[in-house]
């Protein structure tokens, strides 16, 4: 019998003895995979229609996206991946890097160092405010620029290109491909951030910084800058959803018990300014971007991927944010829906319902 690996439409290998047996599973797949589709398609096509919300152009560049992209990928903790619309476009990730940056940090030093440098405390202010704990003189948190700025300061590497090679890796291992820096997009925002700058000149001051903070600041530019699409969002999600372990490629991207540092964050600081209404509403760990991406993660069930470019008040993705709060509601997807939490503990009582 010959043995045989196979792609399926949505790019998943598919290993089986003979290609009859390839035929089924992939079969198999496709009909599972239908239902979901659909809800996507449905989404997808009910949201598109939406052009409430503003193009970030603040960063030249970014000023450049589409207003009609939109794109949905799901991806589960055993790497089926099921996608819809816009999905392979591309975007930068911008402050969709800063709990992975976190997680790496950590990773390097582990959290007390890390957090004698950052709090964990939401602002209830805009992503870019300049405010430090006046306490402390820490930045808030490591969602904020200041505080992704001070975790950036803190990834190791014997000089600047390996740090940088690092931090590649780092999101190469979360999205399962080699990813890239768009050079355009990392020119403009260093042209253009001088807020950012002058943060870093603070916290500098205050001795939050170490004496390279320059560089950690151009590394937190070339962070930003990461190309992605919403394909990659849906993996990186369903990488820590899986406890670190990318379901595709089966390489640990993060230890698993920093994991939850990274999911917690997110939980309470991820969405900006409504990180408390979307815990609240949504109740699913989450990281958006000003360039539109949005990645959200169901802890042992899935990663969500989203982007769509035009942003709320607040930043985040308009169409992102919709889709976000139907799939959660739909799904059941909070987590504190009681049902789901109560009977996973339930199943190891001798409790009877009444
Ligand atoms: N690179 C952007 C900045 O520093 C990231 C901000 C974001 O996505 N909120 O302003």
């Known amino acids: 019998m010959v043995h045989v690996t196979q792609v ?12 009859q047996e390839i035929d089924m599973l992939l079969g ?5 995979a239908a239902p979901i589709r659909d809800v996507l398609k449905d989404l997808h096509t009910r949201l598109v229609a939406n052009y409430e919300g503003r193009i970030a152009d603040y960063i030249p560049e970014l000023a450049t996206a589409s207003p009609d992209s939109f794109g949905i990928a799901l991806c589960t903790t055993d790497g089926q991946i099921v996608e819809y619309g816009d999905y392979k476009t591309s975007f930068t990730i ?18 007390d160092h890390v957090l004698s440098k950052v709090g964990v405390e939401p602002t209830g202010e805009a992503f870019n405010s300049i405010v430090l704990d006046e306490v402390s003189n820490r930045p808030y948190n490591p969602m904020v620029n200041s505080g992704a700025i001070a975790t950036a300061d803190l990834v190791k590497g014997k ?10 890796e780092m999101f190469s291992r979360y999205c399962g491909r080699e990813v890239f820096v768009d ?17 870093a000149h603070l916290m500098r001051n205050f001795d939050m910084m170490s004496e390279k903070f320059e560089e950690a600041l151009e590394l937190y530019f070339q962070q930003c800058s990461i190309l992605v699409n919403a394909h990659d969002l849906s993996v990186m999600g369903a990488t820590l959803a899986n406890g670190g372990l990318n379901p595709l490629t089966k390489i640990r991207a993060i230890e698993s018990e920093n994991v939850k540092y ?11 300014d409504y990180a408390g209404e979307w815990a609240f509403r949504v109740g699913i760990p989450a990281k958006s971007g ?11 069930v899935l990663g969500i991927g989203l982007y769509s470019p035009l942003l709320d008040i607040k930043g985040n993705s308009v169409r992102g944010v919709k889709a976000c709060q139907e799939l959660s509601q739909k799904f059941s997807l909070h987590a504190f829906e009681s049902s789901a939490a109560a009977s996973k503990i339930l199943e190891l009582f001798s409790f009877k319902k009444r």
């Open 94 to 111: 911008q402050s969709v890097s800063k709990p992975f940056m976190f997680g790496l940090a950590i990773g390097d030093h582990g959290l």
């Open 262 to 272: 990274l999911l917690s964050i997110m939980m309470s600081c991820g969405m900006y």
């Open 159 to 168: 000089d600047y290109p390996e740090r940088v090679k690092r931090m590649v």
């Open 183 to 199: 050079n355009t997009v990392f020119m403009s925002e260093r042209m253009t951030g001088h807020r950012n700058r002058a943060m």
């Open 8 to 19: 399926d439409e949505r790019g998943c290998a598919v290993s089986g003895d003979s290609s």
């Open 290 to 300: 000003v360039a539109g991406g949005i990645v959200a993660v169901v802890p042992g």
């Open 28 to 32: 198999r797949m496709k009909s599972a």
